[in-house]
């Protein structure tokens, strides 16, 4: 048997205050033909990274609208996780090998993950399995299900480039699927064609630790605590360690600002995955380009960065970066704009339907402009002030889990 995610409640209703009225109503009429129908999420963690994030929010709500909804993390060993993150910057389009034997290593746990899936018969209810990213996307080759069984891949991730070697090899296996979710349009790669496509960019959870507000001398106090000093600016990264979130390019942005802006401080923040073993290694050559600066903070969970942690650093700084080089969607963004913080981010992936140039925050792609632009805020609070108020109505109206909900339901209802 897969892991089992066990899951907070949530309800419906207590979003009605944030999202408005007919939100909500259209969320209850679009559940209705929806009653006891099973849904089941797989995914490859239950922690760190963006898709679990999205699935604590989900799959609660899920449950409460009446579906009878669940979350199952796949099983796999070291050896598995080195080939899926191979995958994973493959797919965005690294120059990385495919070994025959990296295949093997694939199939073989996708095939096992496939013998202890559970997926037991729910009356005659329709069932929907939604397979998230590359990781497990094999489970609906290896696992016999019924007609009534409906399969759709979500993929994260950022296809619109990838290294044809990767998606040469997943696109058969994808393309077993009845529907497929993008984040964005440029990310359903040639080859693949499913009979019910989705394009749905994801959301956080305004109710969640994470996004609930926090008072701002709250915040400055959990942040004091890991080391900055909250009388001097602060610039602030969220982020796993991995390479297409360019630390080191942030680093290099906060020493040409330093030259200007001389007290200026910078945080690191980031959290291991367990599905990211690249994650160690990239922390390491983070914190050796950061060198003997201790104005630089690398903080990540085994610091005792939890979510509130991450909220205080996402509201108490001066400025937010996510300097991406590619990305999914990038929910540190949403989160921060969410927080009524401006943010400086990488003009890739979901980054710019998030971050409207000059408006709720600013697209940069290079490190010079990153620099020039945590400047210009850091000298500018108050246009930073009237940004902020603007990225945070730009969420509510787009980037909030009801949204989604209701988006995966016009689907299940469409299937
Ligand atoms: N995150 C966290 N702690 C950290 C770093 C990241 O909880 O130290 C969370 C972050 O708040 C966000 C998610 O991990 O909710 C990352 O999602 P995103 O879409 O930005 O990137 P991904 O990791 O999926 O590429």
């Known amino acids: 048997m897969l892991q089992h995610v066990e899951l907070e409640e949530?309800?419906?209703?207590?979003?009605?205050?944030?999202?408005?009225?007919?939100?909500?109503?259209?969320?209850?009429?679009?559940?209705?033909?929806?009653?006891?129908?099973?849904?089941?999420?797989v995914n490859a963690t239950a922690f760190g990274g963006g898709v679990a994030e999205l699935l604590q929010a989900l799959v609660p709500l899920m449950r409460d609208v009446g579906l009878d909804a669940h979350w199952q993390v796949i099983e796999g060993a070291d050896e598995f996780f080195d080939v899926t993150k191979a995958c994973h910057n493959g797919l965005q389009?690294?120059?990385?090998?495919?070994?025959?034997?990296?295949?093997?290593?694939?199939?073989?746990?996708n095939q096992m993950n496939a013998e202890h899936f559970e997926l037991t018969r729910n009356g005659g209810r329709p069932t929907f399995v939604?397979?998230?990213?590359?990781?497990?996307?094999?489970?609906?080759?290896?696992?016999?299900?019924?007609?009534?069984?409906?399969?759709?891949?979500?993929c994260h991730i950022d296809t619109s480039e990838p290294n044809p070697a990767y998606w040469d090899f997943f696109a058969p296996y994808v393309n077993e699927y009845e529907a497929g979710i993008f984040?964005?349009?440029?990310?359903?790669?040639?080859?693949?064609?499913?009979?019910?496509?989705?394009?749905?960019?994801?959301?956080?959870d305004p109710l969640s630790p994470k996004n609930m507000p926090m008072g701002m001398d709250e915040a400055r106090a959990i942040v004091a605590d890991f080391g900055p000093d909250m009388e001097r600016p602060l610039v602030t990264q969220v982020s796993r360690f991995d390479p297409w979130k360019d630390p080191l390019g942030v680093i290099d942005a906060y020493r040409i600002v330093r030259?200007?802006?001389?007290?200026?401080?910078?945080?690191?923040?980031?959290?291991?995955?367990?599905?990211?073993?690249?994650?160690?290694y990239y922390l390491d050559k983070t914190s050796r380009h950061a060198g003997e600066d201790f104005d630089i903070?690398?903080?990540?969970?085994?610091?005792?960065?939890?979510?509130?942690?991450?909220?205080?650093?996402?509201?108490?700084?001066?400025?937010?970066?996510?300097?991406?080089?590619?990305?999914?969607?990038?929910?540190?963004?949403?989160?921060?704009?969410?927080?009524?913080?401006?943010?400086?981010?990488?003009?890739?992936?979901?980054?710019?339907?998030?971050?409207?140039?000059?408006?709720?925050?600013?697209?940069v792609d290079s490190v010079e402009a990153c620099a020039d632009k945590i400047q210009y805020l850091l000298t500018h609070p108050d246009e930073a002030d009237r940004m902020g108020e603007r990225a945070r109505e730009h969420v509510r109206r787009n980037f909030l889990?009801?949204?989604?909900l209701a988006d995966y339901l016009r689907l299940f209802a469409e299937l």
């Open 401 to 404: 889990t009801p949204r989604h």
């Open 10 to 41: 949530k309800r419906l209703v207590d979003y009605r205050e944030i999202v408005g009225d007919e939100t909500i109503a259209e969320i209850e009429r679009l559940a209705e033909p929806l009653q006891g129908a099973r849904v089941v999420h």
């Open 259 to 280: 030259e200007q802006v001389s007290d200026v401080q910078l945080a690191l923040v980031g959290s291991m995955a367990s599905d990211d073993p690249e994650g160690w």
């Open 93 to 109: 389009g690294m120059d990385v090998p495919f070994t025959a034997e990296m295949k093997e290593i694939w199939r073989k746990y």
């Open 183 to 204: 984040t964005m349009d440029q990310y359903v790669g040639s080859g693949v064609s499913f009979d019910h496509q989705a394009i749905i960019p994801p959301t956080i």
């Open 297 to 363: 903070h690398i903080l990540h969970n085994f610091h005792g960065v939890g979510a509130r942690e991450v909220a205080a650093f996402q509201t108490a700084s001066d400025v937010v970066v996510q300097k991406s080089t590619r990305e999914g969607f990038g929910l540190v963004v949403t989160e921060a704009l969410w927080k009524r913080k401006p943010v400086l981010g990488g003009d890739v992936g979901g980054i710019p339907l998030q971050i409207i140039d000059g408006e709720t925050g600013f697209l």
């Open 130 to 154: 939604v397979v998230h990213d590359p990781q497990p996307a094999g489970l609906r080759h290896y696992y016999e299900s019924g007609m009534d069984t409906h399969w759709i891949w979500r």
